[in-house]
Every structure is written in structure tokens, then in C-alpha cells.
């Protein structure tokens, strides 16, 4: 059965720390996409990283997929309330497969 | 905006009872799906499609059944509940293009079984 695990599951933050959020597997991905999913809401696309050692910004989102194209790495500097949510991560290998999620509180 | 709609956002049903959740989207998706989601488990997929009367069976297809009749509508159906069924179960979207293109999704029903 192939695999994505994220780590950490839950993660508990003031406002204002950064922090770091993990995605791996044993399998290879042609690709990898973060979503992030807001209490009361269906998931929402963030980015795809497509290419290994790609690094993609998104304004304060700092997404990195692993050389070897097997991991996968989303960092939030100076979390914000509104960061709040449910990561996940989802990746292609011919079949696409979703990791369990962490889920991220950031208190004010 | 592509919009995805589920017909329930909460539902209660009992046990041996016959269950239809709807979702449409606006879009002109050839690709539709469904999920369901459960704490810790992230999301499994149910079943898909990738054209009008066409189904796929996901990873968890075992007492659920699909139908697409229309483009846009895609129903998903509980044979015969059960409380194991319970769940938040999620409906996407996308277009043809590979397995890059994005998902986009429902708010989610929440289906209780008693």
C-alpha cells in the first residue's frame, strides 16, 4: 500500500512563530500538490511542485519537494490566525494518494 | 470561480436506509469524485469519473455506488447504510489534463448513521 505520511499531525503555535510541516513516502512522486482545508470547507488548491529540489513561494508559504522527488516540505513564516486549517498533501504516482493531514492552530 | 456544490452540508439517516448524496459543478469538468474524510485517515477516494456514464472504483468502494448521468452532476449513493458509514464525505472536480490539474472541492456533507 503506498503511503504519505505528514508530520506532525497536530501543531499548536502563537501568532508570529514559524514552523514547518512534512510530507513523506517510499514511493517517487511525478508530482505533489498542498491543499489546505478552513474548518467548515472543502480543501484548496495551494501549489504543485513538479520538479526535485523545486522550491515555491507563496507569500509567507514556502513549499520544497525533496531531491529524490519522495518528500516534501511546507514552511510558514510569522503564522497568522488566519493560517489556521487542515495541510494536506496529496501526491501522483500513476494514483493519486492524500496524507492524513496536520492539522495547524495558530493562536492570537 | 469554479463552484462545487453539495446538495447537504449535514444529513441524519438510520441504518438500512437507502442514501443519495448529490454534487454539482459549473465548470465543465470531465473529471468528478468522491471522497470521504475521517480524522486521521485524511481523504479516501470512493469513485470517480472521467465522462458521462463512466465510473472508476477508488480505494473504499465497498458498499457505495455512483451515477453520472449528466456532466455536471455527480451522485453518490449508500446502498444500505451503515453506521460505519458516518463520515464527511467530499465531492471534487477538474478538468482533463493529467493527474497536475487541480481539484477543486465541495464544502463537504456530513452524514450521520444511527
Known amino acids: 500500500t503506498q503511503l504519505l505520511e505528514q508530520s506532525p499531525q497536530f501543531l499548536s503555535i502563537q501568532e508570529g512563530e514559524n514552523l514547518t510541516v512534512y510530507c513523506n513516502s517510499s514511493s517517487v512522486f511525478s508530482s505533489l500538490q498542498w491543499y489546505r482545508q478552513e474548518p467548515g470547507e472543502g480543501p484548496v488548491l495551494l501549489v504543485t511542485v513538479v520538479t526535485g529540489g523545486e522550491v515555491k513561494k507563496l507569500k509567507r508559504l514556502t513549499f520544497q519537494f525533496g531531491d529524490a522527488r519522495k518528500d516534501s516540505s511546507l514552511h510558514i513564516t510569522a503564522a497568522q490566525p488566519g493560517d489556521t486549517g487542515l495541510y494536506l498533501c496529496?501526491?501522483?504516482?500513476?494514483?493519486?494518494?492524500f496524507g492524513q493531514g496536520t492539522t495547524l492552530q495558530v493562536k492570537p | 470561480d469554479v463552484k462545487v456544490t453539495q446538495s447537504s452540508r449535514y444529513l441524519v439517516k438510520r441504518t438500512g436506509e437507502k442514501v443519495f448524496l448529490e454534487c454539482v459543478q459549473d465548470?465543465?469538468?470531465?473529471?468528478m469524485f468522491w471522497y470521504r474524510q475521517d480524522p486521521g485517515l485524511g481523504l479516501r477516494l470512493i469513485y470517480f469519473?472521467?465522462?458521462?456514464?463512466?465510473?472508476e472504483k477508488g480505494d473504499i468502494p465497498e458498499g457505495y455506488s455512483v451515477s453520472r448521468e449528466k456532466k455536471e452532476r455527480f451522485s453518490l449513493i449508500l446502498e444500505s447504510a451503515s453506521t460505519n458509514q458516518t463520515s464527511m464525505y467530499l465531492c471534487?472536480?477538474?478538468?482533463?489534463?493529467?493527474?497536475?490539474?487541480?481539484?477543486?472541492f465541495g464544502d463537504g456533507t456530513r452524514l450521520s448513521i444511527l
Open positions: 496529496r501526491g501522483n504516482t500513476g494514483k493519486l494518494i
Open positions: 465548470m465543465d469538468h470531465e473529471n
Open positions: 471534487a472536480s477538474s478538468r482533463t489534463g493529467g493527474m497536475n490539474q487541480p481539484q477543486h
Open positions: 469519473s472521467y465522462d458521462v456514464k463512466m465510473k
